[in-house]
């Protein structure tokens, strides 16, 4: 069955301080790992699409990495306004459905 | 610029009712699709249409059946609300020229079901 797990549920920052957060996948035949930032209320704004493992992408202070089995999104020297959740996808099947991960929610205080 | 429009962002509906969910897209995208959004659960399929007139079930279709009579827009319909459709419903729409094509999120419409 395919499946995305992401880690963790809640991380909190302090300004500045780097992590890294976490999706792991489970999917036959992947077309495409993409992560998405929500904002409270409002829906997901598309952020990257990943293809091949190795593959690297980058927007401001967000870098993302795949792998065979699992996707990685590293935030660098992070502010207050990169708080929001950030959900991975995975594209599996035609028509591009998409698989979703539960989400992490980040809170980055000054 | 891409745009999904949801047209009602809040809706407060009775048991029992008819309730409709419209979303209009303008990137003459070929495929449109509806999810939920639960805390704790995720984002979850619920229909998807891949032109006009078509429709494919997702992972949770009982209760909600979809319209897409013209290419950019696409209803979700729930013929008898009940309060477990009480939810986040978001809108999305993706060409269909390959697969792993960016999928395009509206702002949601919030649904309590009362």
């Known amino acids: 069955e395919d499946q995305v797990t992401q880690s963790p549920e809640a991380l909190r920052l302090q300004e500045g301080e780097s992590s890294s957060l976490n999706c792991s996948y489970t999917?036959?035949?992947?077309?495409?790992l993409f992560w998405y930032r929500q904002d409270p209320g409002k829906g997901p704004e598309f952020l990257f699409t990943?293809?091949?493992a190795g593959e690297e992408k980058e927007k401001e202070r967000l870098k993302a990495t795949l792998t065979k089995k699992e996707s990685f999104l590293h935030i660098t020297a992070p502010k207050p306004e990169d708080s929001a959740t950030y959900l991975c996808?995975?594209?599996?099947?035609?028509?591009?459905?998409?698989?979703f991960g539960a989400g992490t929610r980040l809170a980055v205080h000054p | 610029d891409v745009k999904v429009t949801q047209s009602s962002r809040y809706l407060v509906k009775r048991t029992g009712e008819k309730v409709f969910l419209e979303c209009v897209q303008d990137?003459?995208?070929?495929?449109m699709f509806w999810y939920r959004q639960d805390p704790g659960l995720g984002l979850r399929l619920i229909y998807f249409?891949?032109?006009?007139?078509?429709?494919e079930k997702g992972d949770i279709p009982e209760g909600y059946s979809v319209s897409r009579e013209k290419k950019e827009r696409f209803s979700l319909i729930l013929e008898s609300a009940s309060t477990n459709q009480t939810s986040m419903y978001l809108c999305?729409?993706?060409?269909?020229?390959?697969?792993?094509?960016?999928?395009?999120f509206g702002e949601g419409s919030w649904l309590t079901v009362v």
């Open positions: 999917v036959s035949g992947l077309r495409g």
């Open positions: 990137m003459d995208h070929e495929n």
């Open positions: 249409s891949y032109d006009v007139k078509m429709k």
């Open positions: 990943l293809y091949s």
């Open positions: 999305a729409s993706s060409f269909s020229d390959g697969s792993g094509n960016t999928i395009y």
């Open positions: 996808a995975v594209g599996s099947g035609g028509y591009n459905k998409l698989i």
